[in-house]
């Protein structure tokens, strides 16, 4: 009688470890499916697979109509009219294992959302939101490098501001977190942040390769990480692959450590080139080097 006991103890034990070596640092590491030249395609959650990653970010579409200006103000993402997408993306996922971590909505960086684009802008927003919901994902990366840049004009942050006191409250009945990602300073997104009252459901999503020029990508994930940041984008700089540019991979460790930052670690190619597999080993020495 006690052989099936000890089994169960044994089994019980084993899905412990099991539970706890997913939550590590170590297994949150994901891939933008972008590294593999794909958008909004289930076909990239097997590539993910193969290259050794345990989540990807998946792109919510962009549509050819988005390309031309004046973009047509009835402009959709096909994921909002087809529920079959969003669905073929969840049944890959559970299929090959892969954790469906983000969205990007990345056609946004094509509009002007507080003024000519904001009708289109709002839509492809919340039919990108719409669909995290679906996959019960809760994090949407709203990109700023197109129009919608407000680095240096205040009435470009004035109109973001007013357009993200609209988005904020349906992101919250979804229980999405709007991460920013921009080519600006860290203290200018906190500028637009402090204007919203640092809301719950908005953060920063940040990129380590974007950011590195404009400023100390250590002292701010030290400083922000922990409160502020909803994922990072670990981008090389200088270089293809993490770790062989000008991103020194020890100060990066320390700076996560010191945020007591927990979450995913993002590879996104860069305009240098796209090496999925070199770049997860090096995100991974990253992770080795976490106290």
Same mark, same amino acid.
């Given at each position: 009688m006690m052989k099936p006991v000890r089994w169960s103890i044994v089994t019980a034990t084993l899905v412990v470890a099991a539970s706890l070596q997913a939550q590590q640092p170590g297994s949150r590491i994901a891939v933008m499916e972008t590294a593999f030249q794909k958008i909004g395609d289930a076909t990239s959650i097997l590539d993910a697979k193969q290259a050794g990653y345990a989540g990807i970010q998946m792109h919510s579409g962009m549509p050819d109509q988005i390309r031309k200006k004046p973009i047509d103000s009835s402009v959709s993402l096909a994921i909002g009219t087809d529920p079959s997408i969003? *669905?073929?993306w969840k049944q890959a996922a559970d299929e090959h294992g892969i954790e469906i971590i983000s969205l990007c909505a990345g056609s946004l960086n094509r509009c002007e959302i507080w003024d000519r684009d904001r009708e289109v802008a709002m839509r492809i927003a919340k039919q990108t939101i719409d669909a995290c919901h679906t996959l019960d994902v809760h994090v949407m990366l709203f990109p700023f490098f197109g129009p919608s840049n407000f680095q240096t004009d205040?009435?470009?942050l004035l109109g973001v501001t007013n357009f993200m006191e609209e988005l904020?409250?349906?992101a919250k009945t979804k229980d999405v977190v709007i991460g920013i990602e921009a080519p600006?300073?860290?203290e200018r997104v906190l500028e637009l942040m402090k204007r919203l009252e640092f809301p719950e459901h908005l953060k920063i999503y940040y990129d380590t390769g974007n950011l590195? *020029?404009?400023e100390d990508i250590y002292e701010t994930i030290r400083k922000f990480g922990r409160q502020h940041f909803c994922e990072i984008h670990i981008k090389a700089a200088g270089h293809a692959v993490i770790g062989e540019g000008q991103i020194?991979?020890?100060?990066l460790a320390e700076a996560l450590d010191d945020a007591h930052y927990d979450g995913w670690?993002?590879?996104e190619a860069n305009r240098d080139g796209r090496d999925p597999v070199a770049n997860?080993?090096?995100?991974e020495k990253i992770v080795s080097l976490r106290k």
């Open positions: 969003v *669905s073929s205040d009435d470009a904020l409250p349906y600006v300073t860290t590195f *020029s404009k020194d991979l020890t100060r670690l993002v590879y997860r080993k090096g995100i």
